[in-house]
Nanobody
Framework: QVQLVESGPGLVEPSQTLSLTCTVS??????????WSWIRQSPRKGLEWMGG???????YFSPDLKRRTSIPRDRPKNQFTLQLTAVTPEDKAVYYC????????????WGPGTQVTVSS
């Protein structure tokens, strides 16, 4: 059974870099032609796709966030990470990692999500 679990700090100071990790079990992030994405949800913007990394290591990003986002992966640990620079209070959201058959498509199960607040 495939499982994804997000982890990272719940509180980040403005202008700092947010780093969240998605740990995958039940399959490999390099197998099966899957796309591994990050999504966030906030009352202000709703559900927002941020970007992801493919099974082959190629990355894709939302145009709105491309300048501030990177998504590396750690193959031995079977993880992929979201790094979002220069955060502001507008980046407050619940962040999810997902798996899908294409960019910006997600299959169940999602990770449980992790709440991130930006505040000094």
């Amino acid at each position: 059974q495939v499982q994804l679990v997000e982890s990272g700090p719940g509180l980040v100071e403005p202008s700092q870099t947010l780093s969240l990790t998605c740990t995958v079990s039940g399959t490999s992030v390099t197998d099966g032609y899957w796309y591994w994405s990050w999504i966030r949800q906030s009352p202000r913007k709703g559900l927002e796709w941020m970007g992801g990394i493919t099974y082959s290591g190629n990355t894709y990003f939302s145009p709105d966030l491309k300048r501030r986002t990177s998504i590396p992966r750690d193959r031995p640990k079977n993880q992929f990470t979201l790094q979002l620079t220069a955060v502001t209070p507008e980046d407050k959201a619940v962040y999810y990692c997902v798996r899908g058959p294409a960019p910006y498509k997600a299959y169940a199960p999602w990770g449980p999500g992790t709440q991130v607040t930006v505040s000094s």
